[in-house]
């Protein structure tokens, strides 16, 4: 026989005593068969009901060929027999999810009413939930109009009502979705005035209960658009955080809450200009130092260009970081023709440029630096490299200049 469903019927926290069938074995799990379930299974885009079957954790609720599969861990598993069974449900769970399938038919029955665009699927996640809408034509300003009907369709406190085909004619309702193939019967929930939808999920009994229902934003999707939604207490807890950080946010810019975003364009605006004027400050303080490094070495090109060439100078620097490294390099490399290796021994880190015409600098450097287990690549007039510890960076500098410190 099959499990009777009385999930429909009962939602509250009182336990609810039923039978466990079987014990089926299940990847990873067990899997329990009961004679009547108050635990929703997956389907419709409504996620399982949680709660615990003689106090073991519920982990999900699916349905496979007609089966109800009541899914828990194989270690609590161990612990539960053929016979009697308490029944709890996680209500929270459930009352949530049942908010958000109940928001979403009113919430895709309003699109559908004001702007003939029908959802083609809808999925009710933890944390969010969205709808694809079949346009790409939904403005923000049709988000505020669409908001603003559900706020008032909630206010209103429609009824929700439950339609079983047959008895009742399929035919009689306005359906705005076509409704599954093979079913014996078809469940139709109406939102009284709004909506009738083929739908097999948990709805609450007004709209009313709902509480409020926010659009958090739209995007274009494979050709449509996706709607991301909370409703119930979602919104409510969504505020809290959005209060919290605009306060958090008002108090170190010293803007009012309402002008929190205006204060944050401003600060990037500011800290834009301030980065600009580092990264040239920094620039400009590598060229003082690959200047002085090649003046030191003879090597400043000046007017020729050719000084250098051939010429190999190795220079390791114990404070810096591999970025200001790179800085010192590249403006060395304007400045002089010859290979030109440079190290930061506090990431283990290396690199090397060259100007000068018709040398690939990879031939020479490749096989030092494997010797010492170093990792690297570049091309013919830059290249970078890594060895495993400071120790190996050492040796691969002292191959080209003895005197280089680690």
């Not at 404070?319 to 010192?328: A, D, F, G, P, Y």
């Not at 403006?331 to 021994?345: E, N």
Request: charged share 25%.
């Amino acid at each position: 026989m099959p499990t009777e469903r009385v999930y429909y019927h009962l939602s509250g926290a009182e336990p609810y005593y039923a039978e466990i069938r079987e014990l089926r074995g299940f990847p990873g799990r067990i899997a329990l068969i009961l004679d009547k379930t108050i635990f929703y299974p997956e389907g419709g885009g409504q996620s399982s009901d949680r709660g615990t079957i003689n106090g073991v954790p519920l982990l999900d609720v699916q349905e496979h060929n007609q089966e109800i599969l009541h899914l828990v861990s194989a270690a609590e598993g161990a612990r539960l027999h053929v016979g009697p069974a308490e029944l709890v449900l996680d209500t929270l769970r459930r009352r949530d999810l049942t908010v958000q399938h109940t928001a979403q038919h009113l919430l895709s029955g309003t699109i559908f009413r004001l702007t003939g665009k029908p959802t083609v699927s809808m999925h009710l996640g933890e944390e969010l939930c969205t709808i694809d809408v079949d346009t790409q034509d939904l403005s923000e300003e049709t988000c505020i109009t669409v908001e603003e009907a559900l706020a008032a369709a909630i206010e209103e406190n429609h009824r929700v009502i439950i339609h079983h085909c047959p008895p009742e004619a399929l035919e009689d309702f306005p359906l705005r979705k076509v409704p599954p193939a093979g079913e014996e019967v078809i469940r139709v929930v109406e939102i009284q005035d709004h909506d009738f939808s083929p739908c097999c999920g948990t709805h609450l009994r007004s709209t009313g209960e709902i509480g409020m229902l926010r659009i958090l934003g739209a995007e274009k999707y494979k050709g449509m658009t996706r709607l991301r939604f909370i409703a119930g207490r979602r919104v409510l807890q969504d505020s809290r955080v959005l209060r919290t950080q605009g306060e958090l946010i008002s108090r170190s810019l010293k803007v009012p809450v309402a002008e929190t975003g205006k204060g944050v364009l401003a600060l990037l605006e500011k800290t834009g200009r301030l980065a600009a004027r580092v990264k040239a400050l920094e620039e400009e303080t590598a060229r003082f130092k690959a200047e002085a490094l090649l003046r030191k070495a003879g090597l400043l090109s000046g007017t020729d260009a050719s000084l250098g060439q051939g010429a190999i100078l190795c220079e390791s620097f114990p404070h810096s970081s591999m970025e200001e490294v790179l800085l010192i390099g590249r403006a060395a490399q304007k400045l002089s023709s010859a290979l030109i290796l440079l190290a930061a021994p506090q990431d283990r880190k290396w690199a090397a440029f060259c100007s000068a015409p018709g040398w690939d600098i990879r031939g020479l450097l490749t096989a030092p630096m494997k010797a010492q287990g170093g990792r690297g690549g570049g091309s013919p007039s830059f290249f970078q490299g890594q060895f495993p510890t400071e120790e190996a960076l050492a040796a691969f500098l002292a191959s080209f200049a003895p005197d280089a410190k680690g």
